[in-house]
C-alpha cells in the first residue's frame, strides 16, 4: 500500500494477516498483484465510501461538489464491462495527480498536497451534516452504551447481561464498485 501525508511517502507491503491503519489526511493508493484479498474496517460507520474520502482528482474537477461528483460517477446503467472500463479511466486519472503529488512532497513542496487537502475539505463541506448523524447514530450510540454497561457494572447491576444477542450477516451487496476496487458491503447495526 502507497501513502501520503504531510510527513512524506511511504510504503507497506501488504499480505495475508497485515494490518495497516491510517487516519483522515492520508492519501492512499492499493496496488494488488497477486489477487490478494483485503479486509477493510472503516471507522466511523464507513465515512469513506459515504463521500468523505475525495479521490486525487486534477484540480479542475475538485472546483465544487456537482463537477467532482460527475467525474468520479460511475452509472448504474451500462453493462459491467462499460461500467468497469469508467472506473479503470477514474483510476487512471486519479493516478496519475497522486504520482503528482508524491512527487512534489517528495521535492520539499508541500503546497501541491496542501492545496487538495483544502480542496477535498471543501468538496465535503456539504455533508458534514449527514455525517454528523452517522456518527451519532453510530459509533457515538456504541460507545454511550459501552459507557452505561460499565456504570452498571460498577454499581453491581449486570442486568445487561441478560440482554446478550448474536448476530450474523451477510453482504448486502457483492462485487460493488467502490473506491479502491470491488466491494462487498456489509452494514453493520
Avoid: K
Avoid at 64 to 88: K, L, Q, S, W
Amino acid at each position: 500500500m502507497q501513502t501520503l501525508t504531510t510527513s512524506g511517502y511511504r510504503e507497506d507491503p501488504l499480505e495475508a494477516g497485515a494490518v495497516v491503519w491510517f487516519t483522515p489526511g492520508t492519501i492512499h493508493r492499493l496496488v494488488n498483484e497477486d489477487a490478494l484479498r483485503i479486509t477493510v474496517v472503516m471507522q466511523n460507520s464507513g465515512l469513506p465510501e459515504a463521500g468523505d474520502a475525495v479521490l486525487t482528482m486534477p484540480p479542475e474537477l475538485l472546483t465544487d461538489p456537482a463537477t467532482y461528483a460527475d467525474a468520479v460517477r460511475i452509472p448504474a446503467e451500462g453493462t459491467e464491462e462499460e461500467r468497469a472500463g469508467t472506473a479503470r479511466r477514474r483510476r487512471d486519472l486519479a493516478t496519475r495527480r497522486f504520482l503528482a503529488l508524491r512527487e512534489a512532497t517528495e521535492q520539499g513542496d508541500p503546497a501541491p498536497l496542501a492545496a487538495f487537502h483544502r480542496a477535498a475539505a471543501a468538496l465535503v463541506r456539504p455533508q458534514l451534516d449527514a455525517w454528523r448523524t452517522r456518527l451519532r447514530e453510530g459509533a457515538e450510540a456504541a460507545t454511550r452504551a459501552s459507557g452505561a454497561q460499565l456504570a452498571a457494572l460498577r454499581e453491581g447491576n449486570a442486568e445487561h447481561l441478560a440482554h446478550a444477542r448474536v448476530t450474523a450477516t451477510g453482504p448486502t451487496a457483492r462485487g460493488r464498485f467502490g473506491m479502491c476496487g470491488r466491494l462487498d458491503v456489509y452494514t453493520g447495526s
